[in-house]
């Protein structure tokens, strides 16, 4: 034990040593969906820079590793830009904080995301390699299994060392160091109490200001044509090491950033310090902010503007899509799947005034090694017209006069947190550049407003928008960016309908030529409200005619969703779109009842298998069930789980809830089993995303109407939460249910394991009827018992198993066979093998 003992003395005493810091982690406030906030304290007096600081989050199985040499730490946030005023702090936020009402970030970071089992752990790589021991200044030590952070908020009561190296230990055991308070405490918390979360401005009684010579400068100005006067306030007795800055390096740039002001100077002229950038594009007029810094004090800003010296270009990117929202409002491609790739786009428009050929010219994000898009040869862009450069798809619900492609290399990669979009020509020669940053993750596209000459804005916001969030291919408002063929319209006879019913005439015009069949498509942006009679959404213009009249029929659907407005698009190519929009009174459906939440797993326990595949996996193996209480069978069909970050599941077609019986569905992995004759599914998207410290689950319709909701606030850990008695009673932790046992969850049965009234029992399917057609090697068979969405096989062997395996002649779904009576579907696989054995032996099984 000797050996043991002295290794457990090393490492304490290496924590000792890492632990002595100016900079400490003083507060963790861990609350529910994205209140998450971290403080850090300076615990000298005077200001300290954070160059070579991290702050890291380690997580899940991953928790603790922190403790040993060589962790690579799950998330990192560098703080090098940043210090913090003597006696003074620096709080960093989930960017979409919202309590405390009164805290304000000085950084919103991914890294405060963290569960209440996640470790965090901060580094000075001054000290040591990021992930070593060496380098760690402080700790908020956690485990996996404890959750000992959620929903609740711990400050410091000294400086001491608040953690060690030593496995299982935690932050609960320095209870001299840490002291606990509740999240509702902190978010009612005085200025003067110890767990308020204080700011950089908390302590920063100094500050810096900033001057300019001019105010503004054409770009082509050259250097050294702006001076900037800082001024400090305070102590004026040492010399004040500044930054200079610029947020816009491709218009006005620093070339000189670090200065000082002398000792004995409350301010400092710095002759010649900015430089104008002179760059080939029309860009108009821009703002750019020059900031100077120092430690300890509050940065000074003033702007300066910098005018286009009129650069004739001739491409302009003019729309750019980064970051898709979730569901149907995303689909900018209009292929009717929205994909957070596939759907990225950018819009470039010719400006030129003439033809632009743009064979090999290609699209680069700031990778800029490897192209994100070749243009193809023979790729010319008429005048004034738009192209389309979308990450995947396809493009059949787009029309108008742009043209659109594919990216060629797996997706444009837009990220959603800031990139540069380049355009070279086939020389290689730069003709075009966007920069974004952080405003291209909001869900909608960037657009120049107005289109081709103003700055970008989101496109929600833009003019003539009326809320849209892309446009690809037309201006901001839907109109062609050059000329067409003509125009469509669409009239409809009738501004609502009841969605019991309900059914109105849409008359399509098209302006300009009637010579020819025009092809038209038809898009409704909401088919859970409403869908059109048409095949294929397609109809067709007879030549010789300018219109053509189809119906709009409702959709009924479950949910209380009150009056729906629905758009109605018609579309072709070379023609401007029309649009026409109603609305889809609600028939008075009541608070849907048909199916309810009875048991959900956020945490599974370590090393269990609630989905037995074999595979322990703290993501895959959580599930939601829900119970049909009817005594009816109810259709899922597209129905939608959500939880508070967004969709996690959609339900595939033929999802069928038989009355009484159960539907699980898993965050992922290969479930194996009956699950009490439940049907089962993992989620559509890889994960159900549960969140440990609390959460909502949403049951939807399709289109997004909330159906029903599940809030939990991430006090039941390793093990499932469950209607205590199943159906009709309210949540209780799985453990103490009455009749659980030792079970922890029961996926797709009652508490008890004993399988629900619709459930349909393991071998309860029936082969009712076999054939076989020796002459063209067909097999027909009839069963009984089989369940919807539930995929099967039809094996074959020689032996019965017995040394040879049962290979899988076809996989198969009730979908595939034909009924025949009720509960009676018939099959017909074929078997060319049939005739060189002296005998056959087949099975329906479920892989």
Not at 118 to 132: A, F, W
Request: proline share 4%.
């Amino acid at each position: 034990m000797k050996p043991l003992s002295v290794l457990t003395v090393g490492l304490l005493c290496a924590t000792c040593q890492s632990a002595s810091a100016d900079i400490l982690i003083s507060q963790y406030y861990e609350g529910s969906s994205f209140n998450k906030w971290i403080e850090l304290s300076n615990t000298e007096s005077s200001a300290v820079t954070l160059t070579g600081y991290k702050l890291t989050r380690y997580f899940n199985q991953h928790t603790e590793t922190w403790k040993f040499d060589g962790a690579v730490p799950g998330f990192t946030q560098d703080l090098d830009d940043f210090s913090i005023p003597g006696n003074g702090f620096l709080l960093l936020s989930h960017s979409s904080a919202a309590l405390p009402a009164y805290a304000v970030a000085d950084l919103p970071s991914g890294v405060i995301n963290f569960n209440g089992n996640d470790s965090m752990v901060l580094y000075n790589t001054d000290l040591g390699n990021l992930g070593d021991t060496a380098a760690i200044v402080d700790a908020i030590g956690l485990t996996e299994s404890g959750n000992e952070g959620a929903n609740k908020s711990f400050y410091r009561l000294s400086n001491e060392v608040g953690f060690d190296l030593l496995s299982g230990s935690t932050v609960l055991d320095y209870l001299t160091v840490w002291g606990e308070k509740s999240n509702g405490d902190v978010d009612g918390a005085a200025t003067s109490d110890a767990w308020y979360l204080h700011n950089f401005e908390s302590n920063a009684t100094d500050e810096l200001t900033v001057s300019l010579s001019v105010a503004t400068v054409a770009e082509n100005a050259g250097a050294g044509v702006v001076d900037v006067t800082v001024a400090r306030t305070g102590s004026t007795a040492a010399d004040l090491e500044i930054t200079l800055g610029s947020d816009d390096e491709s218009e006005a740039s620093i070339p000189i950033a670090n200065l000082q002001i002398p000792a004995g100077q409350a301010s400092a002229t710095f002759a010649m310090a900015v430089d104008a950038v002179d760059d080939i594009f029309t860009d108009g007029t821009k703002m750019v902010t020059i900031s100077a810094t120092a430690a300890g004090f509050t940065a000074g800003t003033a702007e300066l503007s910098v005018t286009d010296d009129g650069d004739v270009q001739a491409i302009v990117i003019n729309e750019i899509l980064a970051n898709p929202a979730s569901g149907g409002a995303g689909d900018a491609n209009a292929d009717g799947v929205t994909d957070a790739s596939d759907d990225e786009f950018i819009e470039l428009i010719n400006v030129s005034g003439a033809d632009l050929d743009l064979s090999n010219w290609e699209v680069h994000d700031r990778t800029g090694v490897n192209p994100r898009h070749v243009f193809t040869d023979g790729t010319v862009l008429k005048a004034d017209c738009a192209i389309v450069v979308f990450g995947g798809g396809s493009i059949g619900g787009l029309g108008g006069t742009a043209q659109y492609q594919f990216s060629q290399d797996f997706g444009l990669s837009l990220n959603n947190s800031g990139d540069t979009v380049t355009v070279t020509d086939s020389s290689g020669n730069l003709v075009a550049e966007v920069p974004y940053g952080s405003e291209g993750g909001n869900g909608e596209s960037l657009t120049r407003d107005p289109d081709i000459t103003g700055p970008f804005v989101r496109h929600s916001g833009a003019s003539g928008s009326d809320g849209t969030l892309f446009s690809p291919g037309t201006r901001i408002d839907g109109s062609l960016t050059c000329p067409g063929a003509g125009e469509l319209s669409v009239t409809l006879s009738a501004s609502s309908m009841s969605e019991n019913g309900g059914s109105l005439t849409a008359t399509i015009s098209r302006a300009g030529t009637t010579v020819g069949d025009l092809v038209v498509g038809v898009r409704i942006d909401d088919s859970s409200e409403a869908m059109a009679d048409v095949v294929g959404d397609l109809t067709t213009i007879p030549d010789g005619q300018a219109s053509v009249e189809i119906a709009i029929n409702a959709v009924d659907d479950v949910a209380p969703d009150g009056s729906q407005t629905v758009n109605v698009s018609v579309i072709a190519p070379d023609y401007a779109t029309g649009r026409a929009t109603f609305e889809v009174d609600d028939d008075g459906d009541g608070a849907f009842s048909a199916l309810i939440f009875n048991e959900v797993l956020s945490d599974p326990p370590a090393g269990s298998d609630p989905n037995r595949d074999f595979n322990p996996n703290t993501v895959e193996d959580e599930f939601v069930e829900l119970v049909n209480v009817t005594e009816t069978s109810f259709d899922l069909s597209d129905f939608e789980l959500h939880d508070g970050f967004g969709l996690r599941h959609v339900f595939p077609i033929g999802t069928v809830v038989g009355p009484g019986q159960a539907i699980v569905v898993f965050g992922g992995g290969s479930p194996i089993g009956s699950f009490g004759g439940s049907l089962v599914q993992t989620a559509s998207t890889g994960a159900l995303g549960l969140n440990n410290s609390g959460d909502s689950i949403v049951l939807a319709a399709p289109g997004g109407a909330e159906l029903l909701r599940f809030e939990y606030d991430g006090s039941v850990q390793d093990q499932s939460m469950t209607r205590d008695p199943d159906i009709i009673g309210s949540f209780a932790t799985h453990g103490g249910a009455v009749g659980a046992g030792a079970a922890l969850f029961s996926p797709g049965s009652h508490v008890d394991g004993s399988i629900f009234s619709g459930g349909v029992a393991p071998g309860s399917i029936r082969l009712e009827f076999f054939d076989i057609d020796l002459a063209s090697s067909d097999i027909t068979i009839r069963v009984s018992g089989l369940q919807p969405v539930i995929n099967y096989s039809f094996d074959v062997s020689v032996d019965l198993g017995d040394t040879e395996l049962w290979p899988s002649i076809q996989g198969f779904t009730t979908a595939d066979g034909t009924e025949v009576s009720p509960g009676l579907l018939e099959f017909v696989f074929n078997d060319a093998l049939i005739s060189f054995s002296p005998a056959q032996y087949y099975r329906v099984s479920q892989p």
